[in-house]
Structure formats: C-alpha cells, structure tokens
C-alpha cells in the first residue's frame, strides 16, 4: 500500500468524479474500469480493472485502510458482506453516489475512521454527508472512540457495544476520570445531564450508574473492576514517563523486566506510558532503542546540561564523573513529564535505574 487510501469507480459519471477527487484528496490510490481509460492512466498511476469491482475488493480490504466507492450502496453492501471480518479491523468504507449528491458512511465508522472520511470526502466534493451514527447524531460520547485524539488505549473493549447503549440511551453513565486529558468534551453543549464525571470509582458507585467510562493509569483492584467494569469500558491514557539510566550494553530484556516490575508494585499500567527519558549519552543504546520499539513509546533525550537545572535531593558523583550529569532517570523524568516530583524516585535494579513522574497538563499541551 502506497498510499492509505482507495478510490474506486465503474461508471462515466463516477470516473470523472473519483479523477477530480484524487488530485484535491492526498494519499488517495485510483481503480476504474479499463473502458473508461483516458490514455493517461499510467503516467498519473492509476489503476485500471476488467470485469467485476467485486472481484478486485478483497485485496482492497487488506491494503488500505479507507476504501472510497463511487458505486450504488445496495451493490457495495452485497458485494462487502463476504469479506467482512472484524470492526477493529476492516477499513473505512465510503460510498458516493453517481451523482456526488451524498457521501455515505458505510463501515467502521468510528474505529476506522469512516466518519471522518466521509466528511473529509463530502466538503471536497461538495457532497452532503451521510452519517447515521447513534453517538455522532446525538452528539455525545463516542465510546469506542472517547480519548483516542488523545492517545488513549482501550483496555477492556467487550462491553463497549452494551456501554454505548447506554450512553445513547440517556441512562446514567458515569465518566470516572483519575488521570488524563479532561478537555475531551468538544460539542457545542453542554455535557448531557445523565453523563456525570466523578475523581474516583467510590464516588461513582456511592451515586449509582449503568453504564461506566473508566479513565485511569492505575491497576484496579479485583472489587473495582467488578464494580466499574461489569458494564463499564477501561481506558488508559497516555500520562507516565520513565525516566531511565542503564550500563552500557544492557539488554532489552533487563530493561523491560524491570519497568514491568516496578510498574506492577506501584500498581501502575504499562499501557499508559508515554514514553522513555533518559540523557543523551544513551540516545545509541540499543536495549532502550528496543523496548520503545516494541511498545512505540518514544524516547526524549537531554543534555547533561539540561539534566543539570532540575534540582535532585541526591545528587551523585559518580553519575557525575561517567556522564556530566548529577542524576539521569529523576531529572529525565521531571523535564519529559513536567511533573514537580516523582511518583518513584530513581530505583536501581541490576544494570538499570528507574524513575517514573507523571505528566503534567501543561506538558500534555506541549507534547
């Protein structure tokens, strides 16, 4: 896949609409029928196909993650059923019909985007967008969407459809928020009154609720997730930075243990690390370069210098005479994270120092 999205026609109409689209729409791939064929196709790199759309779709599906019909929605809808697999997987899918009239959200509206294309698609052409998304519609809380502008991770997905009901449904839903971004409200309304936001699971419960969105970097306990999570949705957001020093040479594998541990005793959840700190000496060292590949974190990098303005209650000697610099997990962490302390001052474990702050509003702003 060259680009992260197909058009496809098979009509007149359709091919000078989707030719008009590709060169106002980036990143957009073309296929149409070869009787439609204008002599310039390969110089522009377009694709053309004999015989049926359908039988080109399925290696459409697995190349592109938003697929652009111009084609009528009954056919799409016979011809896509077979090869759906899975809402978290099967790409966008936008149909335009043959007059450009409308733009209709067909697939994985929310997970993949279908929503957002559609609209994209529709002002290009001055089409009228076609949504019929309950949570869209009713503008509230997307709950398979909620705080993925902002990084956050979907933990538990299994109640999301029931959870989305309720929300839909005007039942009492509780926001839980501990940790992250709380500007995640953007209508031009007030949030709905049967959605409340509560600092912690216990203020929830005490007031009751059906249905819970759980925003936390925190491991919950066995009885807090029965409670909140019985018909409730988990998401971690992206608020921890690792501030980490290490021998040179140390495998990866030392260096994941020891976040994992450590995350686990503090009750903390990986999958709200934002990402690694550490000096500049250590931007080459291929065992952090390896956990922030497997986990896609990325790795912040400062100066002996820089380590050197953020005071340090034990400021070390020998760290100084190897790298520079008087400390490098808690003064990384602090300058990553914004944060005015620690959540875990520098650990050492092994051949590897940890430290762990979390992020501040501001430096969440900043990021």
């Given amino acids: 896949m060259s680009k992260p999205f197909a058009a496809v026609a098979i009509t007149k109409h359709g091919v000078e609409m989707a030719r008009a689209l590709v060169d106002q729409f980036p990143g957009t791939d073309l296929y149409y029928m070869s009787k439609f064929a204008r002599g310039d196709e390969a110089e522009r790199g377009y694709e053309l196909f004999e015989g049926s759309v359908k039988l080109i779709l399925p290696d459409l599906f697995k190349r592109y993650s938003g697929i652009i019909l ?22 966008a899918v936008v149909v335009i019909d043959d007059r450009g009239e409308h733009a209709i959200s067909v697939l994985s509206g929310h997970l993949g985007g279908a929503n957002e294309l ?6 290009v052409i001055g089409a009228r967008p076609v949504i019929t998304t309950a949570s869209d519609v009713q503008k509230t809380i997307p709950v398979d969407l909620f705080g993925r502008s902002f990084g956050w991770e979907i933990e538990s997905f299994d109640k999301a459809t029931p959870v ?15 940790a992250g971004e709380t500007n995640w409200w953007t209508y031009d309304r007030p949030i709905p009154d049967h959605i409340k936001v509560y600092a912690s699971g216990k203020e929830a419960a005490e007031a009751g609720f059906d249905a819970a969105l759980v925003v936390t970097d925190r491991l919950l306990a066995p009885e807090e997730e029965r409670v909140l ?4 949705v988990l998401y971690r957001p992206k608020t921890l ?5 290490c021998n040179r040479g140390t495998a990866a594998e030392e260096i994941e243990q020891v976040i994992a541990e450590t995350m686990a005793d503090l009750q903390l959840s990986v999958k709200s690390v934002r990402n690694i700190a550490t000096i500049d000496l250590k931007k080459d060292e291929q065992g952090l370069l390896d956990v922030c590949r497997k986990y896609k974190w990325r790795m912040d ?19 100084f005479q190897y790298t520079g610099a008087y400390g490098v997990s808690d003064p990384a962490a602090k300058l990553s994270s914004g944060a005015d302390s620690w959540l875990l001052e520098k650990k050492k474990s092994g051949n590897v120092t940890i430290s762990i702050a979390r992020v501040t509003p501001e430096a969440r702003r900043n990021a």
């Fill in 301 to 319: 990098i400062y100066t002996p210098e820089q380590l050197n303005t953020v005071p340090l209650p034990n400021p070390s000697e020998k760290v």
């Fill in 229 to 232: 999570l019985h018909n409730g």
């Fill in 164 to 178: 989305s009901a309720s929300v839909v449904n005007e039942e009492r839903v509780a926001v839980v928020q501990e």
């Fill in 70 to 91: 111009f084609i009528s929605l009954g056919a799409v809808v016979r011809m896509i059923a077979p090869i759906l697999e899975d809402k978290k997987t099967d790409p």
């Fill in 118 to 123: 559609t609209r994209e698609v529709a002002q």
């Fill in 241 to 245: 930075v690792l501030g980490i020093g």
